[in-house]
């Protein structure tokens, strides 16, 4: 029986296509950064370029008309719509010009053509920045471009070794052991007509986690802006993301969404025999006792997780599980599979089927990324949000009323997110709904979107409680100087204004009143601001009693 280590090396796919996908939180100065604004600096830093989506061709009219009519206005953007809360800029590659993307690992070097670069910008202070990466004719075994998508998607050194000390760049110990094993790449180089122009050399230093340093200069190249008017930098500031700057909410990183085309005519005994094993495992389900006989499930996972080196997970009852859970099977019988994690989409499909099943990865599926790392960085800001304010709000002072004032915010801009855009059916096709579905819980966005409406929900309470309480307490006040002005209404009721011939001869009573208004007054003067009557009554009581005893 076959090995999946010996078989993996023997697989050539015919085609290689990848997006790699970056989402990122942004802000503005002092007021929010609205996406046409920060659209409007790209376009000024002569980098990149607004784009309208048009219908101008087949492939972008069946994209189009693919998806709901109200899901469309957080896909496409129009370039002269102020009002737009989506903008969509392309990368200015020059059409002569040819950038390539260069890899180097530990004993790994390879280099693929960049064919193009995206950003999309949303109203809620998300942005998802996208690398488009393919290779066709393709030479080496499937195990290369595996370690290619591994080691490519690195944005910062995933861990270091333990004993390394920061403080005087300790040169005892070497700290790269994520290099070493293989699962951080030496540099990712981007070429321009064979020329450097950005490298992120990851054996250069070793960064603080909460330094701008620490993320890749491959992406500050694409994200960056610098010039006299505006200036836009990552900041992955622990104390909240500071003006004008972004932050990643992935770890060390990228999604990617990948496709493979496997031709099992030219290598029938490795690539025919890979395809036609994985679609029957997923055609018979066979039991935990017949896994052996199904190898292919071993390179499989490997896919849809990016696992370069040893797989991620060495049981077979969970790996079978795991896989299960992963993949949308509905047409693994004509070799056509989809896999998805929380960081990952696989498709993978034999060379022989229509070719519009590849335009549906780069336009339906791709848009459908899209949706769903806009869903999640919108709840993860919103939960980064919530929690800032609860700091706020546990302290006295401008603070805790600068509290208040954002979680009203807050509140009216989750109640807008989940009118406008958050949507459980984006599309009517079957297959649609189902990806998405899959692929949603995989990223766990329905839970976490239940979790943070609960958290608003909170917060908002608590916040219309204490407007509650205060203007009670306002009332009491109000209560109070009612009372201490009664006797005096009253008297000048009975007695009339002139309060003084009227007192004559009844000091006495004049007397009484006067008593029972100084009594009042004081009263109210020695409450503390915003303690109430019943308080001040215990603290009066307990005080006699404690005499007494």
């Known amino acids: 029986m076959p090995t999946s280590d010996r078989c993996i090396k023997a697989i050539i796919p015919d085609k290689f296509h990848t997006f790699l996908i970056l989402p990122f939180l ?3 100065e002092n007021s929010k950064l609205t996406s046409v604004k920060l659209a409007e600096h790209y376009n000024k830093y002569n980098r990149w370029e607004s784009e309208e989506f048009e219908v101008n061709d087949g492939l972008r009219y069946n994209e189009f008309l693919y998806f709901y009519p109200y899901v469309r206005k957080i896909l496409y953007s129009k370039k002269n719509n102020k009002t737009s809360s989506m903008q969509f800029l392309r990368w200015k590659k020059g059409e002569k010009d040819q950038w390539k993307l260069r890899v180097v690992g530990n004993e790994y070097d390879h280099t693929m053509d960049i064919i193009d670069a995206f950003l999309h910008l949303y109203d809620m202070g998300v942005g998802v920045f996208v690398l488009e990466i393919a290779e066709e004719n393709l030479t080496k075994d499937i195990r290369n471009y595996i370690t290619f998508l591994d080691l490519a998607r690195r944005i910062y050194v995933p861990f270091i070794n333990p004993k390394y000390k920061f403080k005087d760049e300790d040169p005892e110990h070497y700290p790269f052991d994520a290099i070493t094993g293989k699962q951080c790449p030496k540099k990712i180089i981007i070429l321009k007509n064979k020329e450097e122009v950005c490298t992120q050399n990851f054996e250069c230093k070793v960064s603080q986690p909460n330094s701008p340093e620490l993320l890749s200069n491959v992406v500050k190249h694409f994200l960056d802006i610098y010039n006299d008017e505006f200036t836009f930098t990552f900041n992955p500031s622990p104390g909240g993301m500071k003006s004008n700057s972004y932050q990643t909410f992935v770890d060390d990183r990228m999604f ?80 056509t599979f989809y896999g998805y994690s929380r960081f990952s989409s696989m498709m993978m499909t034999d060379s022989g089927v229509p070719d519009y099943l590849y335009n549906h990865f780069q336009t339906m599926y791709y848009q459908i990324a899209m949706v769903l790392f806009f869903y999640r960085g919108v709840l993860l800001n919103f939960s980064m949000r919530s929690s800032d304010i609860s700091h706020l709000l546990a302290v006295d002072g401008k603070e805790r009323k600068k509290g208040i004032e954002q979680a009203r ?8 997110f989940r009118n406008r855009c958050w949507f459980r059916e984006i599309t009517a096709q079957d297959q649609g709904i189902e ?12 839970e976490l979107m239940k979790d943070i409406e609960s958290e608003i929900e909170g917060l908002y309470r608590f916040v219309n409680y204490e407007q509650e309480q205060r203007e009670n307490d306002q009332l009491r006040n109000i209560s109070i100087l009612g009372a201490i002005l009664l006797p005096i209404t009253v008297t000048t009721g009975f007695f009339g204004m002139n309060l003084i011939n009227s007192f004559k001869g009844a000091w006495w009573l004049f007397s009484v009143l006067t008593l029972i208004f100084i009594v009042i007054s004081v009263t109210l003067i020695t409450c503390k601001k915003g303690e109430s009557l019943k308080n001040y009554q215990d603290r009066i009581e307990k005080f006699f009693k404690d005499k007494i005893e």
């Open 26 to 28: 942004f802000k503005g």
């Open 256 to 335: 990617v969404h990948t496709y493979f085309s496997i031709d099992k005519s030219k290598f029938p005994s490795n690539n025919g025999y890979f395809l036609h094993n994985l679609s029957e495992y997923f055609n018979i389900n066979p039991s935990h006792t017949e896994l052996n006989k199904y190898w292919s499930t071993d390179i499989w996972y490997r896919m849809i997780f990016i696992d370069s080196g040893e797989k991620s997970c060495q049981n077979d009852i969970m790996q079978k599980k795991i896989i299960d859970d992963s993949t949308y099977t509905r047409w693994t019988k004509f070799k």
């Open 409 to 416: 915010e807050l509140h009216s801009d989750f109640l807008a």
């Open 435 to 446: 990806i998405f579905n899959l692929w949603n819980r995989k990223l766990d966005n329905v």
